[in-house]
């Protein structure tokens, strides 16, 4: 068993359910809110470190199609938090290479943080290094409806045949289009479950389930991950 990691064998994308602000608030003894703040701080530690280490594509899951059912305040605080991150994280990452993108229906989120969301993507829209993926008012159960809604629109107005549906169309319908399928899957706070997260994508993703709250998750915890990953036998169902 390896216990350092092998910078030949990095992921190309890796994907975070990033559980347990609330959590480590309360067992902090502070606001929930500020659970959620110090939750937004690690994300700038862990693009940094996938940078470093050569991640091609980074995806966390930042706000669910299903989170809308949360108090009103709480689900006020996390919209003025995408205003705050545009501000204070997009610089930085901007000048470090990395490119943020969107997973999900942005089109209902206050003016605001709409506006600050698509500033970010238009900032780093030409930057390569990596693909920052933000899940955003996301839920991959609407995700492939809207694809199949899309490819059913595109085959009535013959941009399609029947015949040339498959795996890879349907990939190509997806907000992932264009990047790998997640080689892993990180969920912190001790959960072991996707919360309908990157159901398609998933299919032969290796999962990482730790007790770390993720404020807690530190690019030492993320090392971890890989070196886990890096343990592991991709068999693909070939043995």
Same mark, same amino acid.
């Given at each position: 068993?390896?216990? /350092?990691?092998?910078?030949?064998?990095?992921?190309?994308?890796?994907?975070?359910?990033?559980?347990?602000?609330?959590?480590?608030?309360?067992?902090?003894?502070?606001?929930?809110? $500020?659970?959620?703040?110090?939750?937004?701080?690690?994300?700038?530690?862990?693009?940094?470190?996938?940078?470093?280490?050569?991640?091609?594509?980074? /995806?966390?899951?930042?706000?669910?199609?299903?989170?809308?059912?949360?108090?009103?305040?709480?689900?006020?605080? $996390?919209?003025?938090?995408?205003?705050?991150?545009?501000?204070?994280?997009?610089?930085? $990452?901007?000048?470090?290479?990395?490119?943020?993108?969107?997973?999900?229906?942005?089109?209902?989120?206050?003016?605001?943080?709409? /506006?600050?969301?698509?500033?970010?993507?238009?900032?780093?829209?030409?930057?390569?290094?990596?693909?920052?993926?933000?899940?955003?008012?996301?839920?991959?159960?609407?995700?492939?409806?809207?694809?199949?809604?899309?490819?059913?629109?595109?085959?009535?107005?013959?941009?399609?045949?029947?015949?040339?549906?498959?795996?890879?169309?349907?990939?190509?319908?997806?907000?992932?289009?264009?990047?790998?399928?997640?080689?892993?899957?990180?969920? /912190?706070?001790?959960?072991?479950?996707?919360?309908?997260?990157?159901?398609?994508?998933?299919?032969?993703?290796?999962?990482?389930?730790?007790?770390?709250?993720?404020?807690?998750?530190?690019?030492?915890?993320?090392?971890?991950?890989?070196?886990?990953?890096?343990?592991?036998?991709?068999?693909?169902?070939?043995?």
């Amino acid at each position: 068993m390896n216990d /350092t990691i092998d910078m030949r064998r990095i992921p190309h994308h890796i994907a975070i359910i990033m559980d347990g602000n609330r959590r480590w608030a309360k067992r902090n003894n502070k606001n929930k809110m $500020l659970g959620h703040r110090e939750g937004m701080l690690r994300i700038r530690e862990i693009v940094e470190e996938c940078v470093k280490l050569g991640v091609k594509s980074l /995806t966390v899951y930042a706000f669910s199609t299903e989170n809308w059912g949360r108090e009103k305040d709480e689900v006020g605080y $996390l919209m003025n938090l995408l205003i705050e991150f545009s501000k204070t994280m997009i610089k930085p $990452l901007d000048e470090a290479g990395v490119k943020v993108n969107i997973f999900g229906d942005i089109s209902e989120l206050p003016e605001r943080s709409r /506006t600050s969301v698509l500033k970010a993507i238009e900032r780093t829209s030409n930057n390569e290094k990596l693909n920052f993926n933000i899940a955003l008012n996301y839920g991959s159960k609407t995700e492939i409806a809207r694809a199949v809604r899309n490819i059913a629109r595109d085959a009535k107005e013959c941009k399609l045949e029947i015949d040339d549906i498959n795996e890879d169309l349907i990939g190509s319908y997806l907000y992932s289009k264009d990047q790998e399928d997640p080689d892993m899957i990180i969920r /912190t706070s001790g959960e072991q479950r996707l919360s309908n997260f990157l159901l398609y994508q998933a299919a032969y993703s290796e999962f990482y389930f730790t007790d770390v709250l993720w404020p807690d998750f530190t690019a030492d915890e993320l090392n971890k991950a890989i070196i886990e990953y890096q343990n592991r036998n991709r068999r693909y169902g070939k043995e």
